[in-house]
């Protein structure tokens, strides 16, 4: 009994950590563990069994081949998450751009289209507009046959007027005896202050108006030192053709050749 004791005085160790035990403690001292006494033999089983299963190295080997895993498994995980988000946003940027895109798209599709028909419709306009220079020649050519068939229907239908008589340009009122003779109907008072060669020549003067010749000598040396007086007909013709004087003018003659006859004037 007594050796049992001192033998397990001597050699008892804890049987959780392995720790020497010293005299009756019912605990151990390192760990708390309730503890019995143990032989030696026992301690080496301890100690034996402790390094095979919670050898501080040894088991760290494991917990980092362990936490290895586990960041690796939190990197691709994080890649993973990084992917999903990525594809997230992509989907929602093509929801948010896609129309906008496909409408710029079709707009330059479109664009093209509008300005090919917009020069396609110029260049058929400028065709319209254009103008064959055949054709004006053409047209011209018609129109002068045209017109030259027209000249000689009329001359074939119509005979051509006799060329009148073309007054004489109006020179100063000194140089005749009664300016107004071609459009002022004169009387008789109005007359009488006139001589009979006056009044002879002012008669004769509605006629050299016309371009009528004279037989009269002293007539034909007067009308002749007029500026405004030009022969274009002889008395024979003049008289031949129908008369080109004007109803007033008539009127003046006939008043004259009364009061000159009334008066017996010696140029009749």
């Known amino acids: 009994m007594t050796q049992d004791r001192a033998g397990a005085g001597a050699s008892a160790f804890c049987t959780g950590c392995g720790a020497p ?54 990197i691709i995980g994080l890649i993973a998450a990084g992917v999903v988000l990525l594809a997230a946003a992509g989907v929602v940027l093509f929801l948010l751009l896609g129309p906008s895109a496909g409408s710029n798209e079709r707009v330059v599709e479109e664009v093209p289209a509008t300005a090919e028909d917009a020069s396609r419709d110029e260049s058929s306009a400028d065709e319209e507009n254009a103008v064959d220079p055949a054709e004006p020649e053409a047209g011209d050519a018609e129109a002068a046959a045209s017109e030259s068939a027209d000249a000689e229907a009329a001359s074939s239908e119509t005979p051509a007027p006799e060329p009148g008589p073309a007054p004489a340009a109006e020179p100063a009122a000194s140089e005749y005896i009664l300016p107004d003779s071609d459009t002022h109907a004169y009387t008789t008072s109005e007359l009488s202050a006139l001589s009979d060669w006056e009044l002879f020549v002012a008669r004769n003067e509605i006629f050299a108006r016309h371009g009528r010749g004279f037989l009269n000598q002293e007539l034909a040396q007067y009308f002749g030192g007029k500026s405004w007086y030009t022969q274009r007909y002889s008395p024979e013709e003049f008289d031949a053709m129908p008369s080109p004087l004007s109803a007033v003018e008539k009127q003046n003659t006939e008043t004259m050749l009364a009061l000159e006859q009334s008066r017996g004037s010696q140029y009749l």
Not at 39 to 51: E, Y
């Open 21 to 74: 035990l010293k005299g009756d403690t019912a605990f151990c001292t390192r760990c708390g563990k309730p503890v019995g006494f143990a032989t030696a033999g026992s301690h080496q089983r301890v100690v034996a069994a402790v390094p095979a299963a919670a050898h501080p190295k040894q088991a760290g080997q494991p917990r980092q081949g362990g936490q290895e895993k586990s960041n690796k498994g939190l």
